[in-house]
T-cell receptor
Framework: GAVVSQHPSWVICKSGTSVKIECRSL??????MFWYRQFPKQSLMLMAT?????????EQGVEKDKFLINHASLTLSTLTVTSAHPEDSSFYIC??????????????FGPGTRLTVT | AQSVTQLDSHVSVSEGTPVLLRCNYS??????LFWYVQHPNKGLQLLLK??????LVKGINGFEAEFKKSETSFHLTKPSAHMSDAAEYFC????????????FGGGTRLMVKP
């Protein structure tokens, strides 16, 4: 079945630095990918929709200058957390729509990236 | 607007006994409903989905869910729990005519005792 990967699986960085997280669709193309954030013992919150070849669409309350999204190709979207602070520590998850059902069907989720900012 | 409420944050069952994870939704449009499972250090995996076909939906690993419009519910059940079922379960609703409007419930952690 379709697989979505994320890299790195976990990262620790110092406050004030930037961190890039990659999301790849391994055996299918995805013109749209989604980025979620999950706090400990909480549910997933959609942060933004990543669109290949155009600007990302951010959910209300998400700072687009802090969470930079680039959809460089049909199989790769990146999320860069700029000037990270401890409150940015979280579990970041990406997803891509199923190639067979498209946006109106299921989505395939990556395994997530745990970010810890010290 | 749409929302999803998972009525129990934690459910504990003994191995071999039935599982019931409750989910209620609200949606202004005809919804698509999903149940996903999240095992530690793994991506969310789709268990089953309802998209306006049969109201009783069968999924993987013996799970099933019944869509009840009158009760706005989509509870997840399994006749006999297995130790490997211990995980976090999310009920998810998507607006029928929107491509990316996924709304996640708060999650239910299922614990299975030997």
């Amino acid at each position: 079945g379709a697989v979505v990967s994320q890299h790195p699986s976990w990262v620790i960085c110092k406050s004030g630095t930037s961190v890039k997280i990659e999301c790849r669709s391994l055996d299918f193309q995805a013109t749209t990918m989604f980025w979620y954030r999950q706090f400990p013992k909480q549910s997933l919150m959609l942060m933004a929709t990543s669109n290949e070849g155009s600007k990302a669409t951010y959910e209300q309350g998400v700072e687009k200058d802090k969470f930079l999204i680039n959809h460089a190709s049909l199989t790769l979207s990146t999320l860069t957390v700029t000037s990270a602070h401890p409150e940015d520590s979280s579990f970041y998850i990406c997803s891509a729509p199923s190639p067979s059902t498209g946006l109106f069907g299921e989505q395939y989720f990556g395994p997530g990236t745990r970010l810890t900012v010290t | 607007a749409q929302s999803v409420t998972q009525l129990d944050s934690h459910v504990s069952v003994s191995e071999g006994t039935p599982v019931l994870l409750r989910c209620n939704y609200s949606s202004s449009y005809s919804p698509s409903l999903f149940w996903y499972v999240q095992h530690p250090n793994k991506g969310l995996q789709l268990l089953l989905k309802y998209t306006s076909a049969a109201t009783l939906v069968k999924g993987i690993n013996g799970f099933e869910a019944e869509f009840k419009k009158s009760e706005t519910s989509f509870h997840l059940t399994k006749p006999s729990a297995h130790m490997s079922d211990a995980a976090e379960y999310f009920c998810v609703v998507k607006r029928g005519n929107a491509g990316n409007m996924l709304t996640f419930g708060g999650g239910t952690r299922l614990m299975v005792k030997p």
